[in-house]
């Protein structure tokens, strides 16, 4: 009999979906990636076809099995990790989406939100489900949808629609309709989900107007979700690991201690501290939200979400063509000696923490006739830095514990330029693991650890190593000089005064 020593991670990304083998010591054996079409309808409205991420999943993860030359009978099981807050309904007897997914940079119930904030909302919210009123979240976006699709509200409490976030729709599609679930941290993205009593809440479920009959079921990260259905690879393969693509990267980059953190540079940066078993109230407006749960024991995170962080490089590149390739950006930030005062606010889809203004938009400040290429690169990469230090600054206000270093990940941590600058400004190291594709590693750990492959958290963390370590080497002066600039233009970008 064939031993199924493999397992097989899907990302799906806010803007590319990845699949990759991993073999039985956690390494990469293949790859495969594509990146598919963002819609945006209106101004601050973000769209994707469910069914081109389906099509891009299937593909990916048949290309990545035969690039390794694997049956599918030599995978373990697959694990599934996701743009998070992103929402889909589907039709439960068709399978088919009743309207585009709604993106978790889209913007379109920002007035909701501020309803909601007016009418007291945010205690209640804040305390069940470790989140802010945000459009962000899925909840409002689900009740959106049921309110523009006509019909759709009638249907949903007829029972006949579902939701999910990305996750929960794959595994759908993967298991040909038979099961609806998801994973703890997805569930804790909604804004319905009580993360201390580990259960879908109806009291904020009625605040939002979902019924509850459209929500999935709820599991561990590390759990055996089903099996895929005849036909879709050459013999099925049971999906056993879930979880949101931050906390999958927090996981594969084996932050397992309270105190350990990571950022991880994508479209948005999102820096996440393990709290341990404490789900840790912050002051200053980051999230609590699970990290993973293994054998129905919850471990907590506090995050920082940053919605922009690659996707200001994307839009030099795609948007107004000032790059080729996404990492030019390192060699432009190298050949000007600083920006020359240009600040990027990369508030495109509003600023999240610790601002949450969804009303803000970009900014570009500072330009003037000796303003190039070069320093708009190097300000787009610069954002991110502040944005992290904002991040970092507004934890230790909280008191939260610390870490003496810093472990970074996603396809913009290959920047060099960018890991320095971070270390510059965070005066800590910053610690680049061997593996980028870190994210992915947390799906196949949790799917690994569900069937066997690894038996606990030790195995896992001892496949972890560091490829390159950043250490800080600006002057205090310069560095002051420059955030002080940041702080000014942020200021300057609100949509009300701070
Ligand atoms: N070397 C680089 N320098 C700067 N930005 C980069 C670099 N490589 C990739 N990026 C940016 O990182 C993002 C891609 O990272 P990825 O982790 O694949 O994102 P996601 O999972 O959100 O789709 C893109 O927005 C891209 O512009
Ligand atoms: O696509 P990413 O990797 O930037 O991640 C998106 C986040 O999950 C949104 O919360």
Redesign the pocket.
Known sequence: MTQATHLLAIDQ???STRAIVFNGQARPVATAQAEFAQHYPQPGWVEHDPEDIWRDVLGTAREALAKAGLSARQVAAIGITN???TAVIWDRATGEPIHRAIV?QDRRTADVCQALKSDGAEPLVGARTGLLIDPYFSGTKVAWMLDHVPGARARAERGELAFGTIDSFLLWRFTGGRVHATDVTNAG?TMLYDIHRQCWDEDLCRLLRVPLQILPQVHDNAHEFGTTAPGLFDAPIPIAGMA???QAALFGQACFGAGEAKS?Y???C?MLLNTGETAFTSHNRLLTTPAYRLGGRMTYALEG?IFVAGAAVKWLRDGIGVITHARDTDDMATQVPDSHGVYMVPAFAGLGAPHWDPDARGAIFGLTLGSTQAHLARAALEAVGYQTLDLARTMEADGARYPAALRVD?GMAANDWLCQFLADLLETTVERPAHLET?ALGAAFFAGLATGVWSGLDDLAATWTCSRRFVPVMDAAKRQGLVAGWHDAVSRTLSRPA
Do not use: P
């Open positions: 990304g806010t803007t743009q998070r807050e978790w993205r949101g693509d931050q991880t994508g479209t948005g999102f979400s996603g994210t």
